[in-house]
């Protein structure tokens, strides 16, 4: 039995198609991402697969159960076992923590203790603080609290870090990571690509409603051929296009990636390309205003397939 899988899937808005006819199946035990910008198609996708959303077109199983049966009493029990954190998730501010979480597990025929939920996701501390005196960070793990009072089987998490700081953002990838070691199963949107890389064992990258590639996060970077990335410009706006032979032709490149503000090379060696990229520069008169290296991620595996930044499309 597959946590998830989909075939066909279509969804549109008028005369926008959200969803253009999308496969997926996610494995038992994994956590499995859905990445890509704003627009992608992201947020329709889980929405439909958490019976929020009816598709136009396609088949959608559910841990084994179909969603066409999803009214019947088999959709309730379904319901049951599965653990739903909105992108935006609206939780009343004058309630405190406890009854928050007291009340979502009201809703379920068999939950957590209050305890054992606000243990798991580090809000102990909390749990007679209302709920407009919590931080950003905070709500963000209540409202994943509120997702896993039921105990479910399969977690579906929307964007859950987005506008959190970069320590908060850990804490909240510590309560996945601990849901995970428990069996349980992840499906995440994200546009974080270090949230991916750090948290996900295979991905799906998404633009204008399709997979547009799959895999883990190291055999999709892999595919880029080299593991880092050189990002030069050029002062005066000048174009580093008009030579991209000879940037092709230094040590090290494999491939040159020519943009409106600025070129990428994806380079095996960076001690041998950057000196050959400044003598190169240096003969052509040209003069640096932005001179970068990293190594390769999935935003370049992005940018590799569509030409365009990820966060930036």
Not at 201 to 206: P, Y
């Amino acid at each position: 039995m597959l946590g998830i899988r989909c075939a066909g899937l279509v969804k549109r808005y008028g005369d926008v198609v959200a969803v253009a006819g999308l496969d997926l199946a996610v494995e038992l035990g994994e956590c499995f991402g859905l990445l890509g910008p704003n627009g992608a198609g992201k947020t329709t996708t889980i929405e439909i697969l958490e019976g929020l959303t009816s598709p136009d077109a396609g088949e959608v199983e559910v841990l084994g159960v179909p969603w066409a049966d999803r009214e019947g009493a088999g959709g309730r029990a379904l319901q049951e076992r599965l653990g739903i954190q909105l992108q935006e998730t609206q939780l009343a501010d004058k309630l405190t923590v406890e009854e928050t979480v007291r009340l979502f597990a009201s809703l379920y025929r068999r939950s957590h203790s209050v305890d054992e939920v606000l243990r798991l996701v580090d809000l102990e501390d909390k749990r007679r603080s209302w709920v407009s005196k919590l931080s950003g960070g905070q709500k963000q793990r209540l409202s994943v609290a509120c997702a896993l009072v039921s105990q479910p089987e399969l977690l579906f998490l929307d964007e859950p870090t987005t506008g959190l700081d970069p320590h908060s953002r850990r804490e909240l990838w510590e309560v996945i990571g601990r849901f995970r070691k428990a069996g349980g199963t992840v499906l995440l949107t994200t546009h974080y690509m270090e949230e991916a890389e750090r948290l996900c064992d295979r991905v799906a990258i998404m633009d204008h409603g399709r997979v547009i590639a799959l895999g883990s996060p190291p055999s999709l970077v892999a595919t880029l051929g080299a593991e880092h990335v050189v990002e030069f410009a050029l002062a005066d706006g000048a174009a580093a296009g008009l030579f991209t032979a000879d940037l092709a032709a230094l040590p090290g490149v494999r491939a040159v990636r020519t943009g409106p503000e600025r070129t990428a090379l994806t380079v095996t060696e960076v001690h041998r390309t950057v000196p050959a990229l400044l003598a190169l520069l240096e003969r052509r008169g040209a003069a640096l205003s932005l001179l970068t290296t990293h190594h390769a991620t999935l935003e370049d595996v992005f940018v590799s397939l569509t030409g365009r930044q990820l966060r930036d499309a």
